[in-house]
């Protein structure tokens, strides 16, 4: 059982360093200027969020991956 939970938190860190990644990649797109890589990366983000969701993995409220609809212009 316990196994189970490693498991589940060992996973849950490998998505959560992901969605970092690719949450960086998209503010130095956005940053540059580079309006299609943005958005690539931004569903790219929303994908991982989504997916994140379905496997019911709880992260802290201070993990602000997405805040996409602020980071528009």
């Excluded at 990649?25 to 983000?45: G, H, I, K, N, P």
């Excluded at 969020?49 to 993990?63: H, P, W």
Aim: proline letters at 0%.
């Amino acid at each position: 059982m316990i196994e189970k939970f490693a498991d589940t938190d060992d996973k849950a860190a490998e998505i959560l360093a992901l969605g970092r990644m690719v949450s960086y990649a998209r503010q130095q797109a956005q940053a540059m200027d580079l309006e299609f890589s943005t958005y690539c990366l931004d569903v790219a983000l929303r994908s991982i969020v989504q997916d994140i969701a379905k496997k019911g993995f709880c992260f802290a409220a201070n993990e602000n991956m997405v805040s996409l609809s602020n980071e528009r212009n």
